[in-house]
C-alpha cells in the first residue's frame, strides 16, 4: 500500500507540474500588439542612415507624413523651360527645330481620357497641371496620379503601395507614383520568372 | 558486485560455446550487423541524403520501425502482468523472455532514433544540466524520459532475478513485485507517449485525431505478443526450456482480442474519412486509393489489411488458435502486417500531402534498408544473448561457484 | 574452461601452434602446420577464422589511425592547432540563448576566425540582440504578386543556402481563379509567362507566428521566439531529429539533408550567428526575417527585391508603420488561422 501511495504521488505530481504554461497571456496577436503599443516612444533605430545621400521632402497627404524622394534633380533635362521657352504652339510652327520626345509614347489611358496636356502645362512646361488647372510640381507629381487612382493614392499614403526606401524604421521614406510607374506607360509588362526549381520538381516525380 | 563479474564471465564462456546452428545464427547476425555499420557509415559521411527522405516526408523508415518496436517493448512487459497478478504461474516462464524481449527492442528503438538524427554527435544537448532538455513542453524529451526509465527497470528486475538464481538463491518478492508493477504501467505510458508525439501535431491532420494512442496500444498488444509467441516456439524447439501449452494458449487469448480491437478501431477511422471526407481526408485517400495519380502505398496497405483481417478471423476460432501450425502462421502474419500498417500505413502518410497540398513520394533506399536490417539483426542479437543466458540460468546450467 | 577463456581473451597472433583444442564446437585457431611454403604463401595462405581475422585487422587499423595522428601533429603548425582548439571549444558551448552577450561575442568570433583560417576569407558576423519595443510583422498582398519570383532569387543570395539542393525558403503559389486559397491544385514550380490568364499569386514562408508549434516540440529548445517576435534557430545546438518540420503546419522549415554548398564568390559575407551565416549538414534551417537585416533596420531581402511592392515588413508596435496601416485598414486574412499558431504574415488585397 505505502509503494501504491508514493506513485500515485509521484504521477500527481508530474502531471500538475508537466501543465503547460503560456509565456504571455494574450488571446491572440492582436491583443498583444495592442497592449504592448500602448506606452511606444520609439525605437533607437532610425532610417536616417539609409537615406543620408538622398535629397528628399516632406510630404504630408491623408494625414500621414512621410518623405519622399526629390524629383527635380534626377530628371535629365530639366529644366524644361530651357527648351520650351515659347509656348508650344509656337515652338511646333518653327522651322528646323530638333526633334526631342519623340520616343516617348502615351500609353496610359485612352485618348478620349488623356493626352499630353492633360498633365503638362501647355505655356510652363516647368510644372504640370490638375483637372482644375491649378499648378502642382514636379515633386510633387503624387498628387497628379491621386486625381484618378484614389484608392492607390490612399494606399500609398499609408505605406500599403510602392516600395519603402531606407528600411522599415521610422522615418518613413516612400517612393514615389515615378519612382515605379514610367507616367507615360505605367503599366508592367509580363514576364518569365526569375528562376525555375528543378530539385523541386524532380522531388515529386 | 563479485557475482556480476562471474556471471559476466560465465555466460560469456557459455555463450560462445553451442551448436552449429546457434554459431551459424550468430555468424549470420554479426554479417547484417556488419552490413549496418558499413550503410551507417556512409549517412555520417554524406548526410541523410543518402536516404529517400525529404523536406516534405522528413520522417521513414527509421521512426516507422521506432513506432513498431516501442510497442512491441511496451507489450512484452504486458505479459508480466498476469504473471504476478494474477498469480497466474503458467506465464512466469514467458515473463523472462518478454522482458529479455523488451530490452531487445528497447535497445532497438534507440538505435532507431540515434540513426534517424542528423547531428547524432549534439546528442548530448538533451542531457538535463549539461544540456537543455525541453521538458514538460516536447513529446520527445516525454519519450526519451519514458523509454530510458523502462530500459533500466527492464535492465534492472530480471537481472536482479537472474542473480539470485544464480547463486541459487530465491529472489525476494518484496524487492522485484514493486519493480514489476510499475513497468506494467509504465509499459502502457510509454506507447501512450510515443502516440501522443505524433497525435500533438495540429499540423498534420492525419495524425490529429484521439483515437491515435488507443489504436498505438491496440496493435501493440496484438504484434508483441504474436512476436512472443513465434519466440517461445523457437525456444521449445531449440532449447531445453519447458515451455507449457497453456501459455502458449493464454497468449494467443491476448492476441486475438486485442486484433479485433485493432481492427474495430481501423473500421472507426474509415468510416471518420471516408463517410464525409474533408480537406482532412486527402492523407487517407492517398494510402487507401492514391491521390492525383500518386499510389505507392496502396499495395502496401492493402496487403497489411488483408494480412490482419485473415490473422483476426483464423484466431476467432478456438480449433484453429489451438493448433500451433496455424496459429503460428496467423501470428507471422500479424506481425508483418501490423509492421507495414504503423510504418507505411502511418508515418509516411502523415505527410503526403505536405502542408501546401503538394505530395511528393517517399521509399527508402539502400543505404536506409541497410541500417534498418543492421539495427535488427542487432536486436535479434542481444535478444539471442539474454534469451540464452537467462534459460541457462532458470534450467540450473549457469551456476555460480564460490 | 580456464584455457578456453584465456584462449578467446588474448590477442593470438598465429604464431603458436595448437596441439590440443579445448574448445567444443567452435574453430580451432586455424594454422599452417606440417607443409613449408615460400615467404609469399606464408603470407597469404595462412588460414585464418574470421575471429582472427577480425582481431588482426582492427590492430592494424588501431596502428595506423595513430601513425597518422602522431604523423599531423608533427606536422602541423599552430594554425591547425588553433583550428581544432576552436573545433573543440565549438562543439562543448552551450545553448546560444542562455549566453550572456560575453559569451555570444566569444562564439561569434571564434566562428570568424574559424573561417578565416579554413578559407582565408574575412567574414562579419553579428551576434545583435533584439531591439527593444520591437515586433516584427508582415503583410502581402496578393493583388500585387505577379509571380516574379525575384523575392525567391533575392532570399537565396542573402541567407547563403544550398545550392546543390535548390534550398528555397519562400514558395509563390501560382492560384487558380475562381478556386480560392485552394492550394493543392496550385501550383509553385511553374516557368512560363506571368501572370498567366486566370491565375493569381501568393507567397508563403516561415510566418513567424506567436504561437509556434515547432518552438513547443523542440527537445533541445534549438528554435525558440526572440524578443522582436522573430522564430530563430541556433545551428549549432540543433540535433538534426525534425520534429519541428513535422510540426510546421505551413512548411516553414527546410532541413540540410547533405552539407550545403555555396560558391565562394556567392557567400553573402554580412551575417548574423542566428541568420545567415553558413550551415553545416543535418541541423534545421529557415526563414529568419533577414535577422541581419532587420535588426540593423533594413527591410529583408524579398521585401526590398519585389518590384511590384507587394511586400510590406515593420515594426507591429510602432502605430504608424505601414505594416500596422495595413492592419487597421485593409481586409486582412493570415493561412490556417484555426490552428491556433497566431501568424505574424497577413494577406490582404488591393
Redesign the interface.
Same mark, same amino acid.
Given at each position: 500500500m505505502d509503494i501504491k501511495l508514493k506513485i500515485i504521488f509521484i504521477c500527481t505530481f508530474i502531471l500538475i507540474t508537466s501543465c503547460k504554461h503560456k509565456e504571455d497571456d494574450y488571446h491572440n496577436i492582436t491583443d498583444k500588439i495592442e497592449d504592448l503599443s500602448k506606452d511606444f516612444k520609439g525605437v533607437p533605430i532610425s532610417s536616417d542612415k539609409y537615406t543620408e545621400t538622398l535629397k528628399k521632402v516632406e510630404v504630408t497627404e491623408n494625414w500621414q507624413r512621410f518623405y519622399i524622394p526629390e524629383r527635380k534633380s534626377q530628371i535629365k533635362s530639366f529644366e524644361c523651360s530651357e527648351c520650351h521657352s515659347k509656348p508650344l504652339y509656337e515652338l511646333q510652327g518653327e522651322e528646323n527645330i530638333e526633334k526631342s520626345h519623340w520616343d516617348i509614347s502615351l500609353k496610359h489611358a485612352n485618348l478620349a481620357t488623356m493626352d499630353c496636356v492633360t498633365c503638362h502645362s501647355e505655356n510652363n512646361m516647368d510644372e504640370l497641371h490638375s483637372i482644375t488647372g491649378k499648378r502642382i510640381d514636379f515633386n510633387l507629381s503624387h498628387k497628379l496620379c491621386a486625381q484618378c487612382h484614389q484608392n492607390q493614392f490612399k494606399d500609398w499614403s499609408g505605406g500599403a503601395h510602392g516600395k519603402q526606401i531606407g528600411g522599415w524604421a521610422q522615418p518613413r521614406v516612400s517612393q514615389t507614383c515615378v519612382g515605379c510607374h514610367d507616367p507615360h506607360k505605367p503599366g508592367f509588362e509580363k514576364r518569365w520568372p526569375a528562376r525555375y526549381n528543378v530539385h523541386m520538381v524532380d522531388e515529386r516525380k | 558486485m563479485k557475482v556480476l563479474i562471474n556471471l559476466i564471465k560465465d555466460s560469456l564462456v557459455y555463450l560462445t560455446h553451442g551448436r552449429r546452428s546457434y554459431h551459424f545464427w550468430m555468424a549470420f547476425l554479426t554479417f547484417l550487423m556488419l552490413i549496418g555499420m558499413y550503410s551507417y557509415s556512409l549517412q555520417l559521411e554524406h548526410g541523410l541524403s543518402v536516404t529517400g527522405m525529404n523536406d516534405r516526408v522528413s520522417w521513414g523508415l527509421y521512426i516507422s520501425n521506432f513506432t513498431f518496436l516501442v510497442g512491441i517493448a511496451a507489450a512484452a512487459v504486458m505479459l508480466v502482468l498476469p504473471a504476478y497478478v494474477l498469480k497466474d504461474f503458467d506465464f512466469k516462464q514467458a515473463v523472462l523472455i518478454g522482458e529479455g524481449l523488451a530490452v531487445a527492442a528497447l535497445f532497438m528503438c534507440l538505435a532507431f532514433i540515434i540513426a534517424d538524427m542528423g547531428g547524432p554527435a549534439r546528442l548530448w544537448h538533451m542531457i538535463p544540466g549539461i544540456g537543455v532538455f525541453n521538458f514538460p513542453n516536447s513529446m520527445l524529451t516525454w519519450d526519451v524520459l519514458a523509454l530510458n526509465g523502462y530500459l533500466f527497470i527492464n535492465i534492472s528486475i530480471p537481472l536482479y532475478i537472474l542473480i539470485m538464481r544464480y547463486q541459487g538463491k530465491t529472489p525476494n518478492p518484496k524487492i522485484y513485485i514493486p519493480g514489476v508493477m510499475i513497468s506494467v504501467f509504465w509499459a502502457v505510458s510509454i506507447h501512450l507517449v510515443t502516440a501522443f508525439l505524433y497525435q500533438g501535431l495540429q499540423a498534420r491532420p492525419f495524425w490529429n485525431n484521439a483515437l491515435l494512442g488507443p489504436r498505438f496500444l491496440a496493435s501493440a498488444f496484438t504484434a508483441g505478443p504474436a512476436l512472443i509467441i513465434l519466440v517461445l516456439a523457437m525456444i521449445r524447439k531449440f532449447t531445453d526450456f519447458k515451455i507449457e501449452d497453456k501459455t502458449i494458449q493464454k497468449i494467443a487469448l491476448v492476441v486475438t482480442v486485442a486484433a479485433q480491437i485493432n481492427l474495430i478501431m481501423l473500421i472507426s477511422e474509415l468510416f471518420k474519412e471516408f463517410y464525409a471526407p474533408t480537406h482532412h481526408s486527402e492523407s487517407a485517400y492517398y494510402l487507401f486509393f492514391g491521390l492525383h495519380g500518386k499510389a505507392k502505398l496502396v499495395p502496401w496497405i492493402w496487403t497489411a489489411i488483408s494480412m490482419n483481417v485473415l490473422a483476426t478471423v483464423i484466431l476467432f476460432f478456438h480449433k484453429l488458435r489451438n493448433n500451433f501450425t496455424v496459429l503460428y502462421f496467423a501470428c507471422t502474419l500479424l506481425f508483418i502486417g501490423i509492421w507495414i500498417e504503423k510504418g507505411f500505413g502511418l508515418i509516411v502518410p502523415g505527410f503526403i500531402p505536405g502542408p501546401w497540398g503538394k505530395i511528393a513520394e517517399y521509399f527508402p533506399t539502400l543505404t536506409e534498408v541497410g541500417v534498418t536490417i543492421g539495427i535488427w539483426a542487432m536486436g535479434a542479437f542481444i535478444f539471442s544473448i539474454l534469451a540464452r543466458t537467462g534459460i541457462a540460468i532458470e534450467l540450473g546450467k549457469l551456476k555460480y561457484k564460490k | 574452461?580456464n584455457k578456453? =577463456?584465456k584462449k578467446?581473451f588474448s590477442l593470438n597472433l598465429g604464431n603458436k601452434k595448437q596441439s590440443n583444442c579445448g574448445?567444443?564446437?567452435?574453430n580451432c585457431d586455424g594454422e599452417v602446420s606440417g607443409n613449408k611454403k615460400d615467404g609469399i604463401s606464408q603470407v597469404f595462405d595462412v588460414d585464418m577464422n574470421?575471429r582472427q581475422a577480425f582481431k588482426k585487422i582492427t590492430a592494424g587499423l588501431m596502428i595506423g589511425a595513430g601513425a597518422v595522428s602522431t604523423s599531423c601533429s608533427v606536422v602541423s603548425g599552430d594554425e591547425s592547432k588553433e583550428k581544432s582548439q576552436i573545433e573543440w571549444e565549438e562543439?562543448f558551448k552551450?545553448?546560444y540563448k542562455?549566453m550572456t552577450d560575453e559569451e555570444k561575442d566569444k562564439t561569434v568570433n571564434r566562428l570568424v576566425r574559424s573561417y578565416e583560417l579554413r578559407l582565408g576569407e574575412k567574414i562579419n558576423i553579428s551576434s545583435k540582440n533584439a531591439?527593444?519595443?520591437?515586433?516584427f510583422?508582415y503583410?502581402f498582398?496578393i493583388s500585387k504578386c $505577379?509571380?516574379?519570383?525575384?523575392c525567391?532569387?533575392a532570399c537565396v543570395k542573402e541567407n547563403n543556402q544550398d545550392r546543390a539542393?535548390?534550398m528555397?525558403y519562400i514558395? =509563390?503559389?501560382e492560384m487558380n481563379d475562381g478556386k480560392g486559397l485552394?492550394?493543392?491544385?496550385?501550383d509553385?514550380?511553374?516557368?512560363?509567362?506571368?501572370?498567366a490568364q486566370g491565375h493569381f499569386y501568393m507567397g508563403?514562408q516561415c510566418f513567424h507566428c506567436?504561437?509556434p508549434?515547432c518552438v513547443?516540440?523542440?527537445?533541445? $529548445?534549438?528554435t525558440w521566439?526572440e524578443k522582436d517576435g522573430i522564430v530563430v534557430i541556433d545551428y549549432?545546438?540543433? =540535433?538534426?531529429?525534425?520534429?519541428c518540420?513535422?510540426?510546421?503546419?505551413?512548411?516553414g522549415r527546410?532541413?540540410?539533408?547533405?552539407?550545403p554548398q555555396i560558391p565562394e564568390q556567392e557567400v553573402n559575407k554580412d551575417q548574423h550567428y542566428l541568420g545567415n551565416r553558413l550551415r553545416k549538414?543535418?541541423?534545421?534551417e529557415k526563414c529568419t526575417f533577414c535577422i541581419q537585416?532587420?535588426r540593423?533596420? $533594413?527591410?529583408p531581402a524579398c521585401v526590398e527585391a519585389?518590384?511590384?511592392?507587394s511586400r =510590406?515588413?515593420?515594426? %507591429? %508596435?510602432?502605430?504608424?508603420?505601414?505594416?500596422?496601416?495595413?492592419?487597421a485598414?485593409?481586409k486582412v486574412f493570415r493561412l490556417k488561422e484555426d490552428?491556433?499558431?497566431?501568424p505574424?504574415f497577413w494577406y490582404?488585397m488591393?
Open positions: - | - | 574452461m578456453g =577463456i578467446w574448445c567444443s564446437g567452435s574470421r562543439y552551450g545553448n542562455l531591439i527593444d519595443d520591437v515586433l510583422g503583410a498582398n $505577379q509571380g516574379y519570383m525575384d525567391v532569387n539542393s535548390e528555397q514558395r =509563390i503559389h485552394n492550394f493543392g491544385e496550385a509553385d514550380s511553374y516557368y512560363h509567362e506571368v501572370p508563403t506567436d504561437n508549434p513547443e516540440v523542440c527537445p533541445v $529548445q534549438a521566439k549549432d545546438w540543433c =540535433i538534426g531529429c525534425r520534429y518540420m513535422a510540426a510546421c503546419p505551413y512548411d527546410r532541413f540540410n539533408w547533405s552539407t549538414k543535418g541541423v534545421m537585416r532587420s540593423k533596420g $533594413q527591410n519585389c518590384p511590384t511592392g =510590406i515588413f515593420g515594426n %507591429l %508596435l510602432d502605430p504608424d508603420s505601414e505594416v500596422r496601416w495595413v492592419l485598414n485593409k490552428l491556433g499558431t497566431e505574424k490582404f488591393d
